[in-house]
């Protein structure tokens, strides 16, 4: 669980730190109270009736909240009631379960937020840069990719909470690139968290597509236009370092331009599945995912893409921290049905998938209902998948993509 906290949290859900909105009127204490109290009403029978993981009892979420009582009394809003809840959820040690205020669920659904506009990496002083979103006040202001910014508004930065602010309002941050300190100021606004797919020619031989998500924002058209150009390379370079997952269907999309519907992508694993599995075999309290999945034989299958052959090429895969699901589908299964070899940082270890569903009162919760098997049956949930060269996945600004260098290298040998 840690794992996926330091890391996937930091992709994904952070995916635009210093976030932001003006607060809508605050309701009354009262009316507050009762809010909250539907809403852990609605959420724990949401729960207790739908959500699976393999030998979990979300019924013991009321003892966990009941631990917090004075915690979600003193909650005053949704977001400080939100983080109580998202507290007690980390004690189940998985991922794919949270609950988001009205006004992150707004910003999920339209894919813009308010704020700074980076995606970053928590560092011991400070927050790294990974990257300025194209439309954000970062990168009009002059932020670049690796600076590490270590003070606003003359106070430590240690976390996404130094940098919040209210819409309009200013900021000035400190930063280190290159061994000097820099200053920048920029006012909170909105941004589009969109990254568009992109390929690459590094060489007449070698193609780099980038894939920042299968979620909000992944434009299967797009894919499909860069797809069908890549089908030209001897050597592909699919890069999902930050993509923190998204739809299965996208996925599947994806992984028909490279793969055959005879291969798979591995297999869910929900509570008809287990409950069907212990039935049929009396004997085995706690079953091996693997041998349900082996058992059910019902893998997902890649989409069969039109007007090309799967790539029948060179294939490496780049992983991070912030390498979560349906990437962490898609890099595995590469790996062990397509031969792809994996290079960066171990991945983010959180493959539940998982349903979001409205709340009342604008909340949103999402929560798991399946687990899943790579096509070999590897559990990657709370594991991850360690790459097959460990390299630094960060890119400063001005520097070589180690990464792609080692593709490179890798692509270069007989």
């Known amino acids: 669980m840690r794992k996926f906290l330091s890391s996937l949290a930091l992709a994904a859900l952070l995916v ?12 009354s204490s009262e009316e507050f109270a009762k809010e909250k109290a539907k809403v852990i009403e609605q959420m724990s029978e949401l729960l207790r009736r739908f959500a699976f993981v393999p030998a979990t009892d979300f019924g013991q979420l009321d003892t966990m909240l009941e631990a917090q009582k004075e915690s979600l009394e003193k909650a005053s809003t949704p977001e400080a009631f939100v983080g109580v809840i998202n507290r007690s959820f980390q004690q189940f040690g998985f991922s794919h379960i949270a609950l988001f205020s009205p006004r992150a669920a707004d910003a999920r659904n339209t894919a813009r937020m308010v704020g700074i506009g980076i995606r970053i990496q928590l560092e011991a002083d400070g927050i790294l840069v990974v990257f300025p979103f194209p439309e954000g006040p970062a990168k009009k202001a002059g932020i670049l990719p690796g600076d590490l910014i270590f003070e606003a508004n003359g106070k430590p930065v240690r976390s996404t909470a130094d940098l919040a602010g209210e819409e309009g309002t200013e900021v000035t941050v400190k930063v280190r690139r290159d061994g000097e300190v820099k200053e920048f100021t920029m006012k909170r606004e909105p941004f589009s ?13 070698t193609a780099m597509v980038t894939i920042p998500t299968f979620d909000v924002g992944f434009n299967g058209q797009n894919v499909r236009t860069i797809m069908m150009d890549a089908a030209k390379a001897k050597n592909l370079i699919i890069d999902l370092r930050g993509n923190g997952g998204g739809a299965v269907i996208n996925l599947q999309q994806l992984s028909g331009y490279l793969m055959t519907r005879e291969q798979n992508l591995g297999t869910f694993i929900g509570r008809s599945d287990y409950e069907r599995y212990k039935t049929a075999h009396p004997d085995q309290e706690k079953p091996e995912l693997a041998a349900i999945a082996k058992w059910r034989n019902n893998p997902i299958r890649p989409a069969r893409a039109t007007n090309v052959e799967p790539f029948k090429g060179r294939i490496v895969v780049l992983i991070d921290p912030g390498t979560g699901s349906a990437s962490e589908m898609l890099a595995a299964s590469l790996r062990e049905q397509a031969g792809a070899v994996l290079v960066g940082k171990p991945s983010a270890g959180a493959v539940l998938a998982s349903i979001m569903r409205p709340m009342e009162h604008g909340y949103l919760l999402q929560f798991p209902l399946t687990d899943y098997v790579t ?40």
């Open 16 to 27: 635009a730190p210093a976030f932001a909105q003006t607060s809508p009127a605050a309701p």
């Open 193 to 205: 968290t969109v990254i568009p797919e992109k390929i690459d020619w590094l060489d007449k031989e």
């Open 375 to 414: 096509p070999k049956g590897m559990r990657i949930e709370g594991n991850g998948i360690k790459p097959d060269h460990d390299v630094e996945t960060v890119v400063r600004f001005g520097e070589t993509d180690l990464c792609v260098q080692k593709a490179r290298e890798i692509f270069a040998q007989p």
